[in-house]
């Protein structure tokens, strides 16, 4: 037995820790004849006494009463908020990588179909519009070959400007290729002396009106077919005014 | 037949769940050590209140922070106590004149009693002159010897709480009880004759 064994097991003897009987003597049987290590034991019974003194002094301390009501009221509206927040979807935690990727690469997807699905109809649409106006535009009936330039002139008066536009020429459009088997006359003047070609044509108006009122236009019907009604397309210049009519049948 | 007492484990989870009556019986199993151990790391009754209703806050909002796994709920609990109480004692630090804390263990205190060298105390001044002995040590030192010696945990347990190794447990208590023999001794409690550690050991 030497002095660092004894101070391996000094702790243990200062607080009479249980220990083999044997081991506990010969240690004991060390501090008799070494002066250091009595001193050390003493020096460590006296701190483990002392605090064990304070241990007991402070055995009966604790938190005061109002830190278990103040926790129990924390806890209760602790169980509230959670139980509110389980019961609506709490706000999105925008911080949060996970919940934004499968949006972007959503979005993304959408935009991209989106894109395609535009360029894929407008170039369709543009496509299918030039082979109908091309098809409409074959002279069926045209007994006057201006009167083609005018029709041509009055429905490019306005050029394709937007979407909307070209969504009411289309519509115009498909209304003619459905009534495709209608015949249309030439446009015959309504002012004297009016040149068809060299006139602004604005927008020609599909009209129905009673066979008398050709009279203005200096046909004249027989009475019994008098209210019969006629359909029109009538030109109109910028200014409103009507510049020439073609009849349809 | 003699009711069954539940473990923490189990009150943790019935807390989990909402039950009061669960962290009301944790709270008074536990609230004790935990005031303590606050108590004689901050030498304040004030701090270590405060340091309690914090920590069993902690364990009402993050019940899951506790694993049963890695220690029983006291260890965590101690855990717990000991940042709180080092984060409370730095926010304290430039407004407390504390005492000394230099390893010497020489130390002006006020606690020296030099008409008494021999360490002729009552047991109230033992009391007291530990407990400011204990408070004048570095918190290293300090948190092992209070949580050794006050709260009589084994190294291992110790080493669980402060998240460090047993050998740094030993170690540490062994040095600071040397300060603390210092620091007595420098204030008359013991005997100045009695070795410290440093000096002629024998290797009969």
């Known amino acids: ?249 | 037949m003699t009711p069954t007492i539940p473990s923490d484990a189990e009150l943790v989870k019935l807390m989990s769940a909402g039950d009061d009556c669960a962290f009301a019986t944790l709270y008074r199993r536990h609230q004790g050590f935990v005031y303590r151990f606050a108590l004689l790391m901050s030498g304040s009754s004030n701090i270590a209140e405060e340091v309690t209703q914090e920590v069993f806050l902690i364990l009402i909002r993050r019940p899951h922070g506790f694993d049963p796994a890695r220690g029983p709920l006291l260890a965590y609990l101690y855990g717990v106590t000991r940042n709180h109480v080092l984060t409370f004692l730095k926010r304290e630090r430039p407004y407390v004149p504390l005492v000394n804390e230099s390893e010497n263990g020489i130390s002006p205190a006020p606690f020296t009693a030099e008409d008494d060298p021999f360490g002729n105390c009552t047991r109230n001044e033992i009391i007291k002159l530990v407990r400011q002995a204990v408070l004048t040590l570095p918190l290293r030192y300090r948190e092992v010897v209070v949580l050794c010696d006050f709260h009589e945990m084994s190294y291992a347990e110790a080493a669980v709480v402060l998240d460090c190794a047993i050998g740094t447990i030993n170690s540490r208590l062994h040095r600071g009880h040397a300060l603390l023999l210092k620091k007595l001794r420098a204030a008359g409690a013991v005997d100045s004759a009695t070795p410290d550690s440093q000096v002629m050991r024998c290797f009969a």
Request: glycine share 4%; aromatic share 6%; proline share 4%.
């Open chain 1, 1 to 249: 037995m030497n002095c660092d064994e004894f101070e391996l097991i000094v702790l243990a003897l200062a607080r009479n820790q249980l220990m083999d009987a044997r081991v506990h003597d010969r240690r004991l049987a060390h501090a008799d004849s070494c002066a250091r290590c009595a001193g050390r034991l003493a020096s460590e019974r006296f701190l483990a006494a002392g605090t064990a003194a304070v241990v007991a002094q402070i055995a009966a301390e604790a938190a005061p009463v109002r830190v278990e009501a103040a926790l129990l009221a924390a806890f209760h509206e602790h169980v509230r908020a959670t139980a509110a927040r389980t019961a609506m979807p709490g706000p999105i935690k925008v911080n949060n990588w996970s919940f934004w990727r499968p949006a972007a690469v959503a979005a993304l997807l959408l935009i991209v179909i989106s894109t395609m699905a535009v360029f894929w109809s407008s170039s369709n649409s543009l496509n299918q519009g030039n082979e109908e106006l091309t098809g409409l535009y074959v002279p069926v009936d045209l007994p006057v070959p201006g009167v083609a330039a005018i029709e041509d002139r009055v429905e490019s008066a306005y050029p394709l400007a937007n979407s909307d536009q070209q969504d009411r020429r289309q519509q115009r459009v498909s209304r003619r290729k459905s009534n495709q088997a209608e015949v249309v006359s030439a446009f015959y003047p309504l002012m004297e002396g009016e040149d068809l070609d060299s006139s602004e044509i604005a927008q020609v108006v599909r009209v129905e009106l009673p066979a008398s009122a050709l009279g203005v236009a200096g046909v004249s019907l027989g009475a019994d077919i008098s209210t019969v009604p006629v359909k029109a397309d009538v030109a109109l210049g910028y200014d409103g005014l009507a510049r020439a009519v073609r009849f349809v049948r």
